[in-house]
């Protein structure tokens, strides 16, 4: 078994944890918004963790992702229920209400990047301190786990928001098609993303614009960058 940090392993499990509720509440908000109410009553509007947590995608496999070393960390936590009949608009809000989740991963993830390159700045007029360096190091897990639920959750597959949203745009005889494959779809995103690594290209290509974006200019990217 590989070596475990384990001031590396709470702080990337208390990231995922907010993410994965931030992500769920936003569901649960856009859903309430759009004229559905059964996730605020059942109390999915909040960031606590326990309203949202699922067993195996908010514990069994992040924790294992982390003593593997796996790549990159995700998740995920129970879906938010909505009531379709309860929707002004029965092809646009399903897509709205999907969308909502990843777009709450993005504005993480680039509050992140905002935070991270105003602690950058800071380093070039502070001291370095082992508080500075567990921030920046919260920040970028913050940034990276954000990253890398907001592209997961937009592959095209039940029962990721990427297929709610293709869902919404389909032609009905298409949208049959694509329902053939609900009992074959957790077979096939664990095949993508874990043996065809269809993940990998996408995050490093996004990590490296947001961190360039986070630390360009500053004492840190002289370091990442060798100088």
């Known amino acids: ?37 059964s996730a605020r009553l059942l109390g999915r509007m909040t960031l606590n963790p326990v309203k949202h947590a699922d067993p195996i995608g908010t514990v069994i496999l992040p924790l294992f992702a982390m003593i593997t070393k796996f790549p990159f960390l995700f998740g995920w936590a129970k879906p938010v229920p909505f009531n379709p009949r309860n929707l002004g608009n029965m092809r646009r809000d399903p897509m709205l209400i999907a969308l909502a989740g990843p777009a709450a991963n993005l504005a993480l993830a680039l509050s992140g990047v905002l935070l991270l390159r105003i602690l950058a700045s800071l380093l070039g007029v502070f001291p370095e301190s082992a508080v500075m360096g567990m921030l920046l190091q919260t920040f970028i897990y913050l940034v990276m786990i954000n990253m890398v639920l907001m592209l997961f959750n937009l592959i095209p597959l039940p029962p990721l928001d990427g297929h709610h949203v293709l869902d919404a745009l389909l032609p009905h005889n298409a949208r049959q098609m694509m329902e053939k494959l609900g009992p074959f779809s957790l077979i096939i995103l664990f095949l993508l993303v874990f043996r065809f690594r269809i993940l990998d290209m996408p995050i ?24």
Not at 204 to 227: E, H, K, N, Q, W
């Open 204 to 227: 490093a290509l996004v990590s490296r614009g947001l961190f360039t974006l986070a630390f360009y200019g500053t004492p840190v990217y002289d370091i990442m960058m060798g100088g």
């Open 1 to 37: 078994m590989a070596n475990i940090n384990l001031q590396e392993v709470i702080l990337q499990y208390m990231c995922l944890l907010f993410s994965l509720s931030a992500h769920e509440a936003a569901h649960a908000a856009m859903a309430n918004w759009c004229g559905d109410p």
